[in-house]
Structures are given as C-alpha cells and as structure tokens.
C-alpha cells in the first residue's frame, strides 16, 4: 500500500466493531470533515478503493471504506460461481445496510465527520448498497452511485431467475430487499441530491434498471437538477475518470457538498 500514500492524505485503518475499514482523510486545517462512506463491490474489497479515495479527498473530501462481509480480510467466496453469487450478494447488501448504524457512530465519535455533510457512495453492490442507506437515512446529504440500482426488485428477479426452490433464509433476504426497494420509497427521496452514474454498455448491471428508477423518481422532484442521471457510451461495468469527473461536478455543483 505504500504507493498509494501521499503527502495530502492520511490514510489509517480503524475497525467499527468487527467492521475493518480504511479512512483516506486530507490534511486540511478543519475541525471537521465532510465525509463519503464509499462501498465496493461484489469480489472487490475495501483496500482496492484507496486510489479511487485518494481523488476523492484531493477535492476535500474525507472518504470511509468499509468492508463488506465475505470480502477482503472478512472472507472469500468463489465470486465466478453464478450459484455462489444468487446464494450471497443480496446477504451481504443487506448486512451491509444493518451495518451502517454502527460503522456511522463510530465514525462520527472518532474521525472528526461533520454530520451536516456527509454522503455515500459506492460501486456496483456498494452503489446498491449506498442507494438503500441514502433512501432511508435521510440525514444524508447526497449521495453518488456507480453501476448501480436503486430498483432493488429488478435485483431479486435477476438473482431468483430459473430457480425452483428457496430456502428459508433467501426468502427472508427476498422480502428484506422487496419491503426496503427505494423505487417504492420515493418520498423519502423527493428534492434530496441524488447523481446517478451508469455505463451504457454495462451487461453486469444493465442501466436500464437505473434509467426506469430515475424516470419514475424525477417526477417526484420539485427541483429536478437535484437528480441526475447520466449514461456513459462505450462503458461496461466499471468505474472510470469520466464518471469521477461527473460525480464531483454533481457534489460540488448541485449538492453544494
């Protein structure tokens, strides 16, 4: 990790609980720091996101990398296995998201967040994962997503797709997931700052889910440049400069972040 560190930035590993998560904090002269809770996703880990934290806080921003369970030092699964995939990944973001109360306080009496300006983020999983916290905890100032969803039903049709049986547990997972869907919690959501970012030729998570989201959520808004959705030609299912660059626009120009 050594070539990740700089002169600008601190960057130290805390655990909330059980929690391991990096913090990528830039050295400002603040008593407090704006704050992005960012969430990788499925096969990635908390580690692999410290670059793309360290261009976050190039920009002032103190960034949280939680990590997921089943992920980096918390375990390994064989993530290629589709079986493996249907069996984990609504497990793990629904963790995730009974997780966050925790790894928040922590953060808030120990790393100098600044409460009235914090989002979240996160990539894939983590952008599904960041959508469902930003929906129900509407203490969050903005947040800014990356291949993601925020039509959580479209996620347990894709996972369930040629299944015959179920078990107990994945059908509690179902509901959970269902019950907590921000497309049917749009109220919730209404004039709050929301960019969307999405790969036009992305087959992991088409965009299409995202672009039917946000047309149903945008007539909700009173202010509509408050939500944002765009699609990036010639992208697949990855994080790139362009989307960064876009996001940061977003929280510096709309979010006043």
Known sequence: MEYLKSDFVEIKKEYAGEVPMY????????????????????SSNA???IFRANILASYGYQVILPE??????RGELDYDLEEVTR????QVIMHNIEEFPSIYKYSVENLNVDEENVAVSGHSMGA??????????????TAVLFNGTMNWEHIVDALMEGEDEISYERMRINEFMIQMNPQIHLEDLKDRALGLFNGAEDDVMPP?????????????????????????????????????????????EVAKF
Do not use: C
């Open 208 to 252: 299409i889910s995202q672009e039917e989201f946000y047309e149903k959520a945008v007539e909700k808004y009173g202010d509509k440049e408050l939500i944002k959705f765009e699609k990036f030609d010639r992208t697949y299912h990855q994080l790139t400069t362009q989307m960064l660059e876009s996001s940061i626009i977003f929280l510096k």
């Open 47 to 49: 580690l692999s996101q």
């Open 23 to 42: 913090v990528v904090t830039p050295k400002l002269n603040v008593e407090k720091h704006k704050t992005i809770f960012f969430y990788h996703g499925w």
């Open 68 to 73: 997921a369970r089943f992920h980096g030092e």
């Open 128 to 141: 599904i994962t960041a959508g469902g916290l930003f929906t129900f905890k509407t203490s969050l100032k």
């Open 87 to 90: 069996a984990h990944m609504m």
